[in-house]
């Protein structure tokens, strides 16, 4: 177990304990302080694992924003 999965956990749970069905990606990256990159590796991994469910946006609200 890396720090990083700890705190992207910590961060799932917290979601989890407080009823949020989805939580982004950026909300993510912002309550651990970590990059996007590290984030969205163990985000992968997780999904890759079976533990969670990740989808993408199909378009972002605003134009010229990444989804």
Same mark, same amino acid.
């Given at each position: 177990?890396?720090?990083?999965?700890? @705190?992207?956990?910590?961060?799932?749970?917290?979601?989890?304990?407080?009823?949020?069905?989805?939580?982004?990606? /950026?909300?993510?990256?912002?309550?651990?302080? =970590?990059?996007?990159?590290?984030?969205?590796?163990?985000? @992968?991994?997780?999904? @890759?694992?079976? /533990?969670?469910?990740?989808? /993408?946006? @199909?378009?972002?609200?605003?134009?010229?924003?990444? =989804?």
């Amino acid at each position: 177990m890396t720090n990083p999965l700890l @705190d992207v956990v910590e961060v799932l749970l917290e979601a989890f304990d407080d009823n949020k069905r989805e939580l982004h990606g /950026w909300a993510i990256m912002k309550a651990t302080a =970590r990059s996007g990159p590290t984030v969205y590796g163990v985000l @992968d991994r997780l999904e @890759d694992g079976g /533990w969670i469910t990740g989808r /993408w946006e @199909d378009h972002h609200p605003q134009p010229n924003k990444p =989804r």
